[in-house]
C-alpha cells in the first residue's frame, strides 16, 4: 500500500523521542514492501537540511519538507487568547505548508495518509478536499494532558493562569478533532482508553515504540558504576521541569551520602541555568552525537517526569541496552514494566533516594534489573511485531466501507 506521513518534524535524523517513533513506523513499512512518501515540517526548534539526509533515505522516503516559523509572537498568542483558540495548534498553520499538501496530493494517490500528532491536524479539511484516502491521527501524547500537568507544576500565578488557558484550548480542540479521523493509533493502551471514551465511533489501536534488539546487544565492559544519567530533550518542558527538581530536591541528599557519585545530563536543547552549574560532580554533556554509545557507558539511569502522556522512548532505549531505571510513575506510562523487577518506580524525593540508595549498594541487584528489563522489551516492544500490528490496522480501515 501507499502511504503519506504528514510530520509535525522530521523524522530524520531520528535522535529525539518523536522522529524516532515516526521512523520506525516509515522504516518498518518499507522494510515490509510498502511506498511511503513524507511531508514534514521544518522549523527554527528542528532544522532539516535536506541535503544532509542520505541520499537512500531521501530517494526510499521522496521526502520534503516546508519551513513554518514556530516561534513564539505575542501579537499572534493575544489573538488567540481573545478569541479562545489554541496557539499551539495555530503556530502551526502555513499557507505554504497547506499548498504543499495540495501539490504533493494533486500528483500522487494515497491509500493511507497518516498525521503525526495533532499539530499537523489542522490540514486534515484541505487532505479530505484533495484525496479519498484513509486519513489516521497518530497520537503521541494526549497533548492537553501534558500542559494540565505542567499547570499544577508551575508556581508563578500569572504563568500558571496563562497555561492553564493554553491547556484548556488545547484540550477542546484536540477532543473535539478526533471523530474527523478514519482511524486513530495510540501509543500507549491507556491514551487509546482515554480517546475512546470520547469517541466511541473512530475506530483506535494502541502501537507503542519497537526497537530491534540486535542493535542494542553489544555491551560496554567499561561502564561506569556507579553514576546516575538522563538523556532526554531539555527543550520538552516536562524534561527540564524534572530535572530541575531532581538536582534542587534530591542531589543534595544524594551528593551528601555519595560524595563520589557522578550525575551525567545529556540531551539537545540545554538550557543556560543548568549548562552553568558549577558542580564538580555534576557533568552536563548537552548534545551527544552518539546517544548509545552515551547511554552504554553510564550506569544508573533517572527518569523524574511529573508531567507526561505517551510513551517515553528513552526508557524504552534504556532498557533495551539494560539499564537500571529509576522513572516517576508518568515517565513509566505505557510500558508493562514491574516495579523491583525490571523499573523501580518513585514518585517523592524520599523514594528517588531510596531507590538510588538501593542501586548503588547493590550491584547485582542492579545488574538483574537490566537484564529483566532487556527481557521485557524483547517481549512486548518488538518493532517487527509492531508493524505488522500497523498494517493489520490499515488492511482493516481500508476494506471497511466509506
Given amino acids: 500500500m501507499k502511504v503519506l506521513f504528514i510530520c509535525n518534524k522530521s523524522p530524520y535524523p531520528a535522535k529525539e523521542g518523536g522522529s524516532i517513533a515516526m521512523n520506525m513506523f516509515i522504516e518498518g513499512l518499507l522494510q515490509n514492501g510498502h511506498t511511503v512518501k513524507v511531508l514534514a515540517v521544518s522549523s527554527e526548534k528542528y532544522a532539516v537540511d535536506l541535503n544532509e539526509i542520505p541520499e537512500n533515505y531521501r530517494q526510499k522516503t521522496n521526502i520534503e519538507t516546508v519551513f513554518i516559523d514556530l516561534r513564539i509572537k505575542f501579537f499572534d498568542a493575544f489573538k488567540c487568547f481573545i478569541r479562545n483558540k489554541s496557539y499551539h495548534i495555530h503556530r502551526f498553520i502555513s499557507k505554504k505548508f497547506e499548498y504543499k499538501i495540495k501539490e504533493i496530493l494533486s500528483k500522487e494517490s ?38 494540565e500537568d505542567i499547570t499544577k507544576e508551575t508556581s508563578n500565578p500569572l504563568k500558571r493562569f496563562y497555561i492553564r488557558h493554553l491547556a484548556k484550548t488545547l484540550k477542546k480542540y484536540e477532543l473535539n478533532i478526533l471523530k474527523k479521523f478514519d482511524g486513530i493509533i495510540s501509543i500507549t493502551n491507556e491514551d487509546k482508553n482515554y480517546f475512546k471514551n470520547h469517541c466511541k465511533q473512530i475506530p483506535i489501536t494502541d502501537i507503542s515504540f519497537g526497537i530491534k534488539l540486535s542493535e542494542y546487544s553489544k555491551q560496554n565492559s567499561q561502564i561506569e558504576f556507579p553514576s546516575l544519567f538522563h538523556l532526554g530533550a531539555m527543550n520538552w518542558i516536562p524534561n527540564s521541569q524534572g530535572i530541575r527538581w531532581f538536582i534542587n530536591q534530591v542531589w543534595p541528599e544524594i551528593h551528601k551520602q555519595y560524595p563520589k557519585l557522578k550525575l551525567h545530563l545529556a540531551g539537545s536543547f540545554m538550557p543556560k541555568d543548568l549548562q552553568q552549574i558549577n558542580h564538580s560532580n555534576i557533568h552536563i554533556h548537552g548534545f551527544v552525537e552518539d546517544p548509545q554509545k552515551y547511554m552504554d557507558s553510564k550506569a544508573i539511569m533517572v527518569v523524574p517526569l511529573f508531567s507526561s502522556s505517551g510513551v517515553r522512548i528513552k526508557i524504552i532505549e534504556g532498557m533495551a541496552a539494560q539499564k537500571a531505571i529509576i522513572s516517576s510513575s508518568k515517565g513509566a506510562l505505557g510500558i508493562q514494566c514491574e516495579h523491583e523487577k525490571n523499573i523501580l518506580i518513585a514518585n517523592t524525593k524520599e523514594e528517588f533516594i531510596q531507590s538510588i540508595k538501593k542501586c548503588v549498594e547493590d550491584f547485582a541487584f542492579t545488574n538483574q534489573l537490566g537484564i529483566n528489563a532487556k527481557k521485557l522489551i524483547a517481549k512486548k516492544h518488538n518493532s517487527e511485531t509492531l508493524i505488522r500490528k500497523l498494517v493489520d490496522f490499515y488492511s482493516e480501515l481500508l476494506s471497511s466501507q466509506n
Fill in 110 to 147: 494515497y491509500d493511507i495518509i497518516q498525521m503525526e500528532s495533532l499539530f499537523v491536524v489542522p490540514y486534515l479539511a484541505t487532505i479530505r478536499g484533495f484525496s479519498k484516502a484513509k486519513i489516521t491521527l497518530r497520537t503521541h501524547n494526549v497533548e492537553h494532558k501534558i500542559w
